[in-house]
């Protein structure tokens, strides 16, 4: 598994019968989505947020007050149209702000 | 469209420290979802249930209750092995795997009154059998009790069978449910999916989910889902996780914090059948297999409703059996008459038509409402606790009844003292009325014991209390599951005030010592969000100080019962709990005054005095007790002993008891805020005619000069004005407690009185004053049940006072530390008999020291009587680090010849040998200038000692040396007195010898201090600077709504008083609070006859006043020394607004500041370390 944490741009949609990422950009590729294997929800560790850390006096700056910092996960199967793109994904959708990663690529 | 969807696994924050809303909360949401049902299922008891089946009533949701228990690992899990092991669980352990096993859990809930007698006797069995804090039941346990049909069985993903299901083990699942149906009907036994999308192979997953539910079908079990719930709402996440970080005491990490994501909140059906579906799917069920799942946990919450009052049992009331009282139903009421009427010989010389027909009335309303027993039981109890020759008094509005007057449980006579028994027991009232004991505080304990005896473990037991977080311990545990340095966590929770956790925030905007100390910061508000969503969670649960149950043999079917601390059978119900549930609670409450007062009876005794009977001094008219009184000389005597009520007393010069009773029930916040006590006291000193409503209203009203004091007196007013009974106008007072109940009372009252004739103008001056009483005045049978021991102790004080300090100091029963009442004595001319080994013990001793005058204790121009034929002997209690069995040792072996006697025979740890050589415990034997001889002489001994061990001879076949010529002169020159005093505030944490000022003494003569007994002597309104030790801060209530700092500093001389108002609190609150030896600075203020006071403009730190002089002094002189004392204190302190605070408005008018009657910042004065002072300043450049 590789890890990855960039930023991707995501397009819902029909993924089999049920709603889902259906569609994503990464590094300037379109990727499409052949199926979700599993989704899930996850919250990210506050304690070691910025704002945690700014009230132990290890860093000045104290950041957003969202401590949940909740994150759905999905794993889902895509493919970009090149031979060998086809793999395992995993995507997060960060509840807060509404944005997407590519967390990992699982081999 | 109300929501069909039933939580049948909902853990509030009665799941110690597991859930993260209130009962209350989870109800609200429950109901705004528009669910008609929910459950609470709290871990491991029923701490919660009462307060929420009483929220499900209010907000019309049927409530279904549970118990969510721990079991053992079953046989397949990784972790059984592990906890087959004996149990490694030490008391040191601090956090981690040791403080929480993890156990898997079984949830049972109860279906009918049956089952909540089944659960209740689960919860206490499950209790017994393990250990105190870590319950854990088993399946055979809690198939036991659900043999009747009533419990249903509820296994989730945190079960065994979860478990086994989450690690892919099928068979060990299937094994596990075989395991339960052979012990449970196959129909009390649920199995309880949850699905809270976390990542597929952890618990709470929706594969782990789908697995259980196959297995159920496969086994034609019910399967329903449940959200395992530990908070109202999804953004309560994070507090769910300090709380688990917390009850771990550990900080926060991903493995010390149990959810992985914030689903487990109430959700919506909606939001439930959504997670549902992905359940069904994955459990191979086909078409609506969701909607069969949801149709299913519906019908099973259905099966568990409870309806409150016939399942439950709130509201009814259960008394103890006729048979354990020794009579029967029937002739309960009789055996009542007859005690009754064998009391009346004994209070009355003869009676009275008027207590004929006083009695007559009573009884009558005890027969309508049925509570001879509890009369009867009351009595009981009283008897057995004079039998074990313990002092009790009753407490409260039970002094208002005749009865308990006749039946001894009070001892105030409620005729005599116009008091009435409608503010106590009322005919329409079904309420269980309110009797409360004063007992010594020493032996509650043995009472509580002799009340198990007498009726029986079955039917007794003690009430909880939770204890809930307010701002401290809020502070302290979400620091520490941050991570935050030890040492800010401790300063920032000190720095508050006692106040709710949830006024964290406000506070920081009000006060501005917390600003000052930068807690103001924008980095630390992650911490008070956190602090304040902790808000009133209980955390702890106690033993009540001093509620006991006494009912019937179905106790244990009404409420599950736990071992305390101390070992008492307990119930999982708090005090308001029991309220609802009608049980007798009868309030046993340990009052140090009690046991101070039977200390010094005891030493009047043992001094070969006769014993005074103080509970023989009707009609209470000794007038050398209110000469006493009225100097204001009443330090250290129950309920007049504060800064505030010493003022009081000298203004008021009460001189009967009824006085007293007065006094009592003004010093209250309500008439200092309305001011009634001014217009009293001009009446009162006949400066003023006394002013009355109405004619009609003068006899309810004369006692006071027309001013309203009294619960009793607002009864007789509306009486009077309307006509009705005092029953009735009793209820009419408990409405005008809030704005609703004003109204009605209003337009009932107004209306009445008009008809029978009384003028607009009259009925207006009424009502304002009615009310305007609602949020306060007193009850005056609560008052003169206090009036008694206050005149108890204030005669034993006249009379007996070194025997009567002797008491106070071994009990500590006030709010001031023994330093200040050994000042007392020492001003008494009572002599302060420093430790001894061969005259301590572990407590206080009086000894005669000359023969003491005929006749009556003189008293001293300061008031105080004198007593100079006394002195008191100082307790082996207070040696720093001396344990319970030195003492007892010690005392065993008295007397002793020689420190080398003392040594082999008493056998205490060498640290505390050596604090008793240098408080001077061997002086009698040795001299005072001998106390370093000693010291040396000791470590010979102690080395001579392990020689012998290393040599294995015995230590007691030493010699016993029969004089005390065993130690040598070293040469060593003697303590010296500064020396002395530092090592005995050291070690005794009080200077016995000398004040502790008296080592300032020259630096505030340089100073220019005003030392308290000249205070009288000065102008009013001059500004003066004193100096002294911290005795006491209070934040009282006060007239404006502000914020009124009371400060008390002693300086050797007597106490004195000062007041920061808010203008002064800016820049000096921070030091009052937190310095023990203060200068204050202040303009005098007169207020009264012998009373003065301070308003402060200043404090410092005395101390670093002190080092600030020396330090110039050895550089510059004296003179530049004392210029830069004095523009330390003349420097402006600048940077603080003095910006108002919130003040509360009751429904009167009354406005109170929120943080009047709190315990105020820093350590309370009576704690104080010992250590606070330097050992010793050194010199003073002499």
Known sequence: MRNYNESIEVQMGCVGDDEGPERFLWRNRLWRVLGVQSRWIESGEWWNGPAVRAARGD????????????????????????????????????????????????? | MSDPFIHLRVASGYSLQYGASHPAALVAKAAELEMDSLALTDRDGLYGAVRFAKACRRTGIAPIIGVDLAVPFAPGDPRHAASQRPSRRSTAARGGELRDLRLPRVVAMATSRAGWAALSRLITATHQRGERGGPVS???????????????????????????????????AADELHRWLEVLDRSQLIIAATNHQVSSQLTGSARQAGGMVALADQHRLTAVLTNQVRMAERHQAATVDVLDAARRLVPLDVRNVDRRNAEGYVKSGKGMIEVAREVASLAGRGDKGAEWLIADTRHTGIRCRLDPRADIGLGE????????????????????????EVGMTARYTRSTEQIDNRLADELAVVDQLGFASYFLTVADVVQEIRTMNIRCAARGSGA???INYLLGISGVDPIANGL???????????????????????????????????????????????????????????????????????????????????????????????????????????????????????????????????????????????????GFPMSQFDKDDVEDMGLLKLDVLGIRMQSSMAHALDEIERTGLQRPDIDALAPFDDPDTYDMIGHAATLGCFQIESPGQRELVGKFGPDNFNDIIIDISLFRPGPVESDMVTPFLNARQGWQQPAYLHPDLEPALAETRGVVVFHEQVIKIISVV??????????????????????????????????????????????????????????????????????????????????????????????????????????????????????????????????????????????LPSAAEWGIRLSLADIKGISEAEISRIVDAQPYTSITDFFHRAHVEVPVLERLILTGGFDELYGQQRRRDLLLHLADLHRAARGRINGSRSLFDAPTHSRADDVQASGL??????????????????????????????????????????????????????????????????????????????????????????????????TVFSSWLL??????????????????????????????????????????????????????RKGFDTTHSVTLVHSSGFRQSPYADVKPAGTPAGQAPRKLWHASPGSSGR
Not at chain 1, 99 to 104: E, M, P, V
Not at chain 2, 526 to 553: Q, T, Y
Not at chain 2, 809 to 832: C, F, N, Q, V, W
Not at chain 2, 996 to 1024: C, H, K, V, W
Request: contains cysteine; charged residues 25%; proline residues 5%.
């Open chain 2, 1079 to 1132: 200068v204050v600075r202040g303009e005098l203020r007169r207020t009264g006859p012998r009373g003065v006071s301070l308003r402060a403009t200043g404090a410092w730190d005395l101390q670093h006043l002190h080092d600030l002089w020396q330090s110039v002094m050895l550089i510059d002189g004296p003179q530049q020394a004392m210029a830069a004392v004095v523009t330390e204190i003349t420097a402006a």
């Open chain 2, 722 to 863: 309307t006509g009705c009974s005092y029953a009735q106008a009793d209820e009419a007072r408990r409405a005008l407690g809030d704005t609703a109940g004003q109204l009605d009372v209003q337009e009932w009252l107004l209306p009445t009185a008009r008809q029978r004739g009384y003028s607009e103008k009259v009925l207006d001056q009424v009502w304002m004053v009615l009310k305007a009483f609602a949020s306060f005045g007193f009850c005056k049978a609560h008052a003169a049940a206090f009036a008694l021991p206050t005149y108890q102790s204030a005669w034993l004080k006249r009379h007996y006072p070194a025997h009567f300090l002797a008491g106070v100091l071994t009990h500590d029963p006030g709010m001031y530390p023994k330093r200040l009442i050994l000042e007392e004595a020492r001003r008494m001319s009572i002599s302060i008999l420093g430790v001894d080994v061969n005259r301590s013990d572990g407590q206080y001793r009086v000894e005669q020291l000359a023969e003491p005058q005929p006749g009556v204790v003189p008293l001293l121009p300061s008031g």
């Open chain 2, 400 to 402: 208002g009844s005749l």
């Open chain 1, 59 to 107: 860093e000045t700056v104290a950041a957003s007050s969202d401590l949940l910092c909740e994150q759905e996960l999905w794993r889902v199967e895509a493919a970009n149209g090149l031979a060998g793109s086809r793999g395992i994904y995993e995507l997060a959708h960060v509840w807060s702000d509404g944005s997407w990663q590519l967390r990992s690529v699982v081999d």
């Open chain 2, 973 to 1070: 020159p003697s303590m010296t007195a500064e020396e002395r005093l530092s090592a005995e505030v050291e070690i005794l944490g009080m200077g016995t010898s000398h004040h502790i000022m008296d080592f300032y003494a020259e630096f505030l003569t340089a100073l220019g201090a005003t030392r308290s007994s000249d205070l009288l002597n000065q102008r009013s309104r001059s500004e003066l600077l004193v100096a002294g030790v911290k005795v006491a801060t209070q934040t009282p209530p006060i007239r404006s709504g502000r914020r009124v700092v009371f400060l008390t500093v002693d300086d050797g001389c007597g106490p004195v008083d000062a007041t920061f108002f808010e203008d002064a609190q800016g820049p000096y609150a921070a």
């Open chain 2, 138 to 172: 088993d399946r055979e346990l809690i198939a036991g009790y659900a043999q009747s049909g009533d419990l249903l069985v509820m296994l989730g993903a945190d079960s065994n069978f979860g478990l086994a299901v989450c690690r892919d083990r099928v068979d060990q």
């Open chain 2, 420 to 566: 009435i028994m409608e503010r106590f027991l009322s005919p329409l009232r079904q309420a269980l009325p309110d009797i409360d004991l004063d007992v010594e505080s020493a032996r509650r304990l043995d009472i509580y014991r002799r009340v198990l005896d007498v009726f029986g473990t079955d039917r007794v037991a003690c009430v909880a209390m939770m204890e809930t977080y307010r701002v401290r311990h809020a502070v302290r545990d979400v620091g520490a599951a941050l991570s935050l340095p030890p040492l800010e966590i401790d300063a920032i929770a000190k720095s508050f005030p006692h106040i709710r956790a949830r006024d964290a925030r406000s506070a920081l905007r009000d006060l501005p010592e917390l600003r000052a100390a930068g807690l103001g910061e924008q980095r630390l508000s992650v911490l008070f969000n956190l602090v304040e969503s902790l808000d009133g969670l209980p955390r702890h649960v106690a033993l009540h100080p001093c509620g006991v149950l006494l009912s019937d043999l179905t106790l244990g079917d009404r409420t599950p019962m736990e071992s305390s601390f101390g």
């Open chain 2, 317 to 340: 009331i259960h008394l103890p059996e006729f048979d354990v009282l020794g009579t029967t139903g029937e002739l309960a009421m009789g055996a009542l008459r007859q005690r009754c």
